[in-house]
């Protein structure tokens, strides 16, 4: 039945593979986070190069901010939103014109504390089967809809802790019949699946040993059977969907994540599945460990992580967790405020014997792998294809798109390794500069790179690296787009646009 469940909802990787070998024109549904089992691909065509300032964009309508990326449904593009800071809301779009065909709200006795720039009570994405949508925030727990906005059930759940501020992000996936969320947070963490029409507990699997984390789970259909993967801070563990129970994990020592897996089905001679993972002391602040391991840190993420203000520099308040002395004796200027040149410098004089910069460094929790399918147990020893250290994003997902595997960075880095052995084809600034949260997005030979400055990048899918468009939206964007069929939809901070050439 598992089989037929995933069929049924169009969310196997095996599905999307046979879309993408049969040129598929367009695929309607965009139905959870990332699009299709959240492999951030659409088969659709004639999907737009150069856009904003007027220019291709088919309509934008005003909604309140928040995280969540657009969920499509025929004519449906579904979103969650906080009024006011305070009320939490749930909206249905026309995909046609943009036009709000309803909103609602919905109750929270307490908030959850959020990252007060990064950070937002809706980041979950809305997930739907056509029947009803399914939404998750921290503050609440789970709730379903039908498709005119009337309240089907309510599961209550949280709000969680999360000591690094940012709320829950885990997005909610479906799975036959059933609702299934990850919630690893500060505390007893889990994995739950939900019937969709009742809301009654199928079943509930505790991860004990899970500290926080904001993956969002996938299906993967591998070996003749369908496995639920969660791909955990310390550890990705796959179960059975229908009940919960573990069938294989893979070990990420000192690793924090914050990514979504993706499969590689129909690229290599078996369907290889993509997992990323920062070091989690660097997302932490924790540099004594870090430096007497001898590690390097990941700029990128340490900045995106603790500079609220994105001021350029850190101040005591934003980065709590590291100790005084360490804070002051890296003050070189004693302003009260890190620089990155001031962290550098620290680390020059600590670390001795450094290998040259870009080298693989042993013990460190940043890396990118493959893991083959078929496995029971512990596999960490038998079953990953490849590792790449020193390579992974810090929260924008991996896309594995036509044989090859892009990840994307703050700062405009965009890597492309082969998707079968992990050989890293290139490495270039190509992107929007600045900070790197919406995940990479693919269609029509295409992969859409978004920077936080809501600037859109256009690559050319391929071994070599190559920009055919550079956008922008005039927004800040946190948020992965959407692609369905010749169009794309970008969640802003202020706007859902819909983004198209005209005719198509």
């Known amino acids: 039945m598992g089989r037929r469940g995933v069929l049924a909802i169009t969310i196997g990787c095996a599905v999307m593979a046979v879309h993408l070998a049969l040129g598929a024109e367009e695929a309607p549904n965009w139905p959870q986070f990332r699009g299709p089992n959240a492999s951030g691909v659409s088969p659709g065509r004639g999907l737009p190069v150069e856009f904003g300032a007027g220019k291709n964009i088919v309509w934008q309508t005003p909604i309140p901010p928040g995280n969540s990326s657009p969920c499509v449904w025929g004519e449906r593009v579904f979103l969650t939103g906080v009024e006011d800071s305070r009320r939490l809301v749930v909206l249905c779009v026309a995909r046609d014109d943009g036009r709000v065909r309803w909103k609602k709200v919905v109750p929270a006795k307490r908030l959850e504390e959020v990252h007060p720039r990064a950070g937002s009570r ?26 005119e906005g009337r309240l089907v059930w309510s599961h209550p759940l949280g709000p969680f802790t999360y000591h690094l501020g940012w709320g829950a992000a885990s997005s909610p996936i479906l799975y036959a019949d059933s609702v299934i969320l990850n919630c690893d947070h500060d505390g007893q963490s889990f994995l739950l699946a939900l019937d969709g029409k009742t809301g009654q ?11 926080p ?42 690793a924090f994540v914050a990514t979504t897996p993706v499969c590689s089905a129909g690229f290599s001679p078996y369907p290889l599945l993509i997992v990323a993972a920062v070091d989690r002391r660097t997302v932490t602040g924790d540099f004594r460990e870090a430096v007497a391991a001898g590690r390097t840190l990941d700029y990128d993420a340490l900045f995106a992580n603790h500079d609220g203000n994105r001021d350029g520099k850190l101040s005591r308040e ?13 003050d070189a200027d004693k302003d009260g405020f890190l620089t990155r040149k001031e962290i550098e410098e620290e680390y020059r004089r600590q670390q001795q014997g450094e290998p040259p910069l870009g080298a693989p460094r042993k013990g460190t929790g940043n890396v990118l792998l493959a893991i083959r399918p078929g496995g029971r147990g512990d596999v960490a020893d038998t079953h990953v294809a490849w ?18 595997v892009y990840v994307a960075k703050g700062g405009g880095i965009v890597s492309c390794f082969d998707a079968a052995t992990g050989k890293q084809l290139w490495c270039e600034r190509l992107a929007g500069r600045g900070s790197c949260y ?19 990048t256009v690559l050319a899918a391929g071994a070599e690296p190559k920009a055919v468009g550079r956008n922008a939206l005039g927004e800040r964007c946190l948020a992965t787009p959407a692609i ?11 706007s859902l646009l819909c983004v198209g050439e005209p005719g198509l």
């Not at 390579?391 to 594995?400: D, E, Q, R």
């Open 387 to 404: 590792r790449v250290p020193g390579v992974a994003p810090y929260v924008p997902s991996p896309l594995c798109y036509g044989g090859h």
């Open 122 to 147: 809706a980041s979950p994405t809305p997930a739907t089967d056509g029947q009803r949508v399914y939404v998750f925030f921290g503050s609440v727990g789970l709730v379903s809809f039908d498709l």
């Open 201 to 211: 507990v199928k079943w509930r699997t505790p991860r004990p040993d899970a500290p």
């Open 213 to 254: 984390s904001y993956s969002t789970p996938i299906l993967w259909e591998a070996a003749g059977r369908t496995e639920l993967v969660v791909a955990g801070s310390g550890r990705v563990t796959a179960y059975e969907p229908d009940t919960g129970k573990e069938v294989w994990h893979v070990g990420l020592p000192e």
């Open 484 to 494: 369905v069929g010749s169009r794309l939809y970008f969640r802003t901070d202020r």
């Open 318 to 330: 934003e980065i709590p967790q590291m100790s005084k002395e360490m804070f002051d004796r890296t």
């Open 438 to 456: 919406a995940s990479p997005v693919a269609g029509d030979g295409r992969v859409y790179v978004v920077s936080e400055a809501g600037e859109v």
